[in-house]
Each structure stands twice: as structure tokens, then as C-alpha cells.
């Protein structure tokens, strides 16, 4: 199974509470919403393809709280009948990495409750098709420290948030990337589609 991360992220890399003011205050964030403005319908279907060719979905914890919240158990998400990525989140099985999640209400959901990359490793040998995780940073980061994700796409926002919590830590693991698409669109948004690509070449 091939493994494809998508998030949206600012210029400076900031992945935190893109959706709403209240989404995610978390080490006192307060500049939620930032990409909602420039979120147009030319991004929506993009979006929408990429969603609509997953064959399953894996998060974290807290990501998977926020699109339950919002396209699962929320009024909201199932109220939007046709809309391709609440088709999708909906009706395909979903995937948690979560020690503490117990009891979760959003249909087609498996926790994973043990080591996620050695969980998340099963998957990928035991399945076919695309296994895909939006947001979910922490994840994220583990699993490409274990060289599990096979796809990273980036949704670029223009614009310099300031705080928040970064895609990328200032210290972690190197990673060459081979870019494979990129995409502009009219409200300045740009996607970038890579392939890590083993480690980079530094200079003498």
C-alpha cells in the first residue's frame, strides 16, 4: 500500500489551526483560520481528487478528533451529501494511531494501538492501493524518520502565520526530496508533490 501525506501548510511551515480560530489553541495558538480565506474552489477540487482516489485514511489522535468533529460525527460533515471529500472520509475505513482512544464513534474506524510505524508497516505489506494521512504532524514525522511515506504533498498558503506548531521540526531527521508535480493556483496557493528520495548531499 502506498503511503501519501497531504497538509496544508503556511510559507513558514505552519501547519496548526489552518481551519478556524477555535480548531486548535494548543500551546496558546491564536491565529487560527489562516487558510480559510484563501481557500477557493479551484483548491477544493484538487482536494477533492486527491481524497476521492484514497483507498483508506490514517491520523493521529488529534487530527482524527478534528475530522471527526467536522465530516464524521459533526452535523456539519454529514449534512454535505455530495461533497467528494465527505464521500470519501465516510465511506472508506479509517485508521488511528491512538494509545488512549478507546471508543470511537466514526464509522469504519480501527485504532491502532500499539507501535504506529510497526502497525502502519503491517498495513502498507498487507494491502493495496493508497493509504492516506492529512494533517496528523507528529505521525507524520515518525514515519518518515522510519521511511514509511512513499508521497508528500503540500498545499503552500501565501502567507507568514508566525507561531504555531511547524510540519518540520528545527531539529529532526534530513530527507532528499525528488519533486514529482507542482501546481499554482489564481489565489497564490501552490502544491508540490515529492518522493523522499534517501538522504540529501551536502557539500564539502
Given at each position: ?26 500551546n496558546?495558538?491564536?491565529?487560527g ?5 484563501l ?6 477540487t ?21 475530522f ?19 464521500r ?20 469504519h474506524?480501527?485504532?491502532l ?17 493508497e ?42 531527521p ?9 501546481q ?10 515529492y ?10
Amino acid at each position: 500500500m502506498k503511503l501519501t501525506t497531504v497538509t496544508n501548510i503556511s510559507v513558514d511551515g505552519v501547519m496548526q489551526g489552518l481551519g478556524g480560530a477555535e480548531e486548535d489553541r494548543g500551546n496558546g495558538f491564536e491565529r487560527g483560520g489562516w487558510a480559510l480565506p484563501l481557500f477557493d474552489g479551484e483548491t477544493e477540487t484538487f482536494l477533492g481528487r486527491i481524497f476521492q482516489r484514497a483507498d483508506a485514511f490514517l491520523f493521529g489522535r488529534r487530527t482524527y478528533e478534528i475530522f471527526a468533529g467536522s465530516w464524521g460525527t459533526g452535523s456539519w460533515g454529514t449534512n454535505q451529501g455530495d461533497n467528494p471529500i465527505g464521500r470519501a472520509l465516510n465511506g472508506r475505513p479509517k485508521y488511528v494511531a491512538s494509545t488512549t482512544l478507546t471508543d470511537p464513534r466514526w464509522a469504519h474506524t480501527t485504532v491502532l494501538d500499539g507501535d504506529p510505524s510497526a502497525a502502519v508497516g503491517e498495513l502498507k505489506a498487507g494491502q493495496r492501493g493508497e493509504l492516506q494521512m492529512h494533517g496528523s504532524g507528529e505521525l507524520v514525522r515518525r514515519l518518515l524518520d522510519d521511511r514509511l511515506i512513499d508521497e508528500i504533498v503540500l498545499l503552500v498558503y501565501p502567507v507568514i502565520v508566525g507561531q504555531g506548531t511547524r510540519l518540520f521540526p528545527e531539529n529532526g531527521p534530513d530527507a532528499a526530496l525528488e519533486l514529482v508535480d507542482s501546481q499554482t493556483f489564481p489565489n497564490g496557493i501552490t502544491t508540490q508533490t515529492y518522493r523522499p528520495h534517501g538522504r540529501p548531499e551536502y557539500a564539502a
